[in-house]
């Protein structure tokens, strides 16, 4: 599986957007990019999921950029308790090998 | 529903016991994963399962490990003997093909 490159931790203040970079160079042409994120003891939530369009749901907003080699998880509004590690993987969806890197630890500061 | 459910929260016990953690896992869900977190090595999947099948079971650490699923509604992970080095948060997650992961709010082992 492709591997990621993200930031080790980052800050936003309450209430900004919060922008998470992530690079995913060696991405194949079958494999998506999934988002998770991990608050405190508690186990991984998934967040958003796309191939190469950007997505929304409501919880975040996924921005590819075309040759696909990285993207951008954008929380519009963050609140305290997006503080979390967040991370970002990509995986062929036939395989579920989901490979977990170290993510990002986004501190939301009041 | 109530989400993947994983019991118990927590377990604390001695080297060289054997120790069972149980996960039940979304109604109609397919597959069911197994994973460990700790500091050093972040979460890895062990083991998972489609229609209760064992599909990949590379990431078993060894053979104390063992995991199985006897129905579409219960899994087990078992550790015999458990080592110090066992010592993790273990995960359980369940998915649909579609393979969005749904995780349970895991298991605290500690292993004296």
């Known amino acids: 599986d492709a591997k990621t490159t993200q930031p080790t931790s980052m800050d936003c203040a309450e209430g900004r957007a919060a922008n998470l970079p992530c690079n995913h160079s060696?991405?194949?042409?079958?494999?998506?990019v999934y988002w998770y994120r991990q608050i405190h003891s508690q186990g991984p939530q998934y967040i958003i999921h796309?191939?190469?369009?950007?997505e929304t749901n409501e919880m975040a907003s996924l921005i590819i950029t075309e040759d696909r080699k990285s993207s951008t998880l954008i929380l519009p509004h963050a609140t305290l308790r997006d503080t979390a590690v967040y991370y970002c993987?990509?995986?062929?969806?036939?395989?579920?090998?989901?490979?977990w890197g170290a993510g990002t630890k986004l501190i939301i500061k009041p | 529903d109530a989400g993947v459910i994983q019991s118990p929260r927590h377990e604390v016990t001695e080297m060289g016991q054997e120790v069972t953690l149980r996960c039940k896992p979304i109604?109609?869900?397919?597959?069911l994963f197994w994973y460990r977190q700790t500091m050093m090595r972040g979460l890895e999947l062990l083991i998972y399962?489609?229609?209760?099948?064992?599909?990949?079971d590379s990431g078993m650490p060894e053979d104390r490990f063992s995991a199985k699923m006897p129905n579409a509604s219960f899994s087990t992970l078992k550790i015999q003997p458990s080592e110090p080095r066992d010592s993790a948060v273990y995960f359980c997650?369940?998915?649909?093909?579609?393979?969005?992961?749904?995780f349970g709010p895991g298991t605290r082992l500690t292993v004296l």
């Open positions: 997650a369940s998915s649909l093909p579609a393979d969005t992961q749904y």
């Open positions: 109604s109609g869900h397919d597959y």
């Open positions: 796309g191939l190469k369009n950007n």
């Open positions: 399962f489609n229609n209760n099948v064992p599909i990949d």
């Open positions: 060696t991405i194949s042409g079958n494999e998506y």
């Open positions: 993987i990509v995986s062929a969806r036939i395989n579920y090998q989901l490979i």
